[in-house]
């Protein structure tokens, strides 16, 4: 697994601007992707005239949002292998064809291409249009540690992104989205707050780990204390609950779970380079290691999906763990191209 460098983007706050992608109703961010890959499927078919590159110029300076938006887009596309660009080129060359057949049909052949770009882009790279404006993030099966102004150390997992707000009064992580662990510097005078979601965790000279997948998540606490908490939308304290280490709580958009005591040297192997997992389902693994995986592995026996088993993985030897898993388990592992999936 590639530790990458960080993703960081600058601040804009223009009045009036449309707000920015990791700040905007998830409705607005898929409009936004799909217009960006509409507009690169346009300019790329080689029917882009004076007139099209002067409507796309003036969507593009709608706001640093929008630019954002086309340049995921185009990181993306010269990151497709080679196939999928012959296969996309060809597609296209037969809508130009089909178009000067019949213009009427123009608009129909580029929104077929634009919904391929489209399948690919949130098939294979879903990382790339998920908070493009965020701090700080990584891709899929990248891990970065940052040092924060404060001192405290964030340790960002595969596929996270948070934003940073550190002023005098207080210490303000927003975990968007993904894993991350915090280590966190004491300063009793700024509390440090982390918030996923609805949920705000606060420390003062600790250790935990925080993940998040847009609607629901968990916190465990390694060293010190924690305290976990929803507000109401008038803002009213609604559920708390403090931790102590080797705890962890669950929550969603509604409540917050139940405490309940988890294995400390498992909650962070990530960290480590491992996965730890004792006596879960099989299904629970593979939805793991599919986190650090652009090509997903596939489960196509149900009585197999339930199967428990322990696991001690190296992020970096999935593949190695695969083929393994053969000699232990009565399982079969077929490849099809980009896909892996397992049977009995």
Do not use: C
């Amino acid at each position: 697994m590639a530790l990458s460098s960080v993703d960081r983007y600058s601040k804009y706050q223009t009045p009036n601007a449309t707000p920015a992608m990791n700040e905007a109703p998830p409705t607005h961010r898929e409009t936004l992707q799909q217009q960006a890959v509409a507009w690169h499927v346009r300019l790329t078919s080689g029917a882009a005239d004076e007139a099209v590159l002067a409507e796309f110029e003036q969507w593009r300076r709608q706001g640093p949002e929008y630019e954002q938006a086309y340049r995921a887009v185009e990181a993306v596309w010269q990151k497709l292998p080679s196939p999928i660009l012959a296969d996309r080129q060809r597609r296209l060359a037969l809508a130009a064809k089909r178009r000067r057949a019949n213009h009427a049909r123009r608009g129909l052949g580029l929104a077929a291409a634009a919904s391929l770009l489209l399948l690919i882009l949130r098939g294979f790279y879903p990382d790339y249009l998920q908070h493009p404006l965020a701090d700080y993030r990584t891709r899929i099966g990248e891990q970065t540690s940052i040092t924060l102004a404060d001192g405290s150390i964030a340790h960002l997992n595969t596929d996270t992104a948070i934003d940073v707000t550190i002023s005098g009064s207080e210490r303000r992580i927003a975990l968007l989205r993904g894993e991350a662990e915090f280590d966190v510097a004491h300063d009793a005078g700024r509390p440090f707050r982390v918030t996923s979601g609805t949920t705000t965790t606060e420390a003062l000279g600790t250790r935990f780990v925080v993940r998040y997948d847009g609607q629901a998540g968990s916190v465990t606490l390694l060293q010190g204390r924690i305290r976990s908490s929803r507000p109401s939308a008038q803002g009213a304290q609604t559920d708390s609950a403090t931790l102590s280490p080797g705890q962890q709580i669950t929550f969603d958009a509604e409540k917050l779970g139940s405490l309940r005591s988890v294995e400390l040297n498992n909650a962070d192997a990530w960290r480590r380079g491992r996965l730890l997992m004792n006596f879960v389902p099989l299904k629970q693994v593979i939805a793991e290691i599919n986190r650090y995986r652009r090509s997903q592995i596939r489960l196509l026996d149900d009585n197999l999906a339930e199967r428990e088993v322990n696991i001690a993985v190296d992020i970096q030897q999935i593949d190695a763990w695969l083929q393994a898993l053969q000699q232990t388990l009565p399982i079969k592992v077929v490849e099809a191209g980009p896909f892996v999936f397992l049977r009995s």
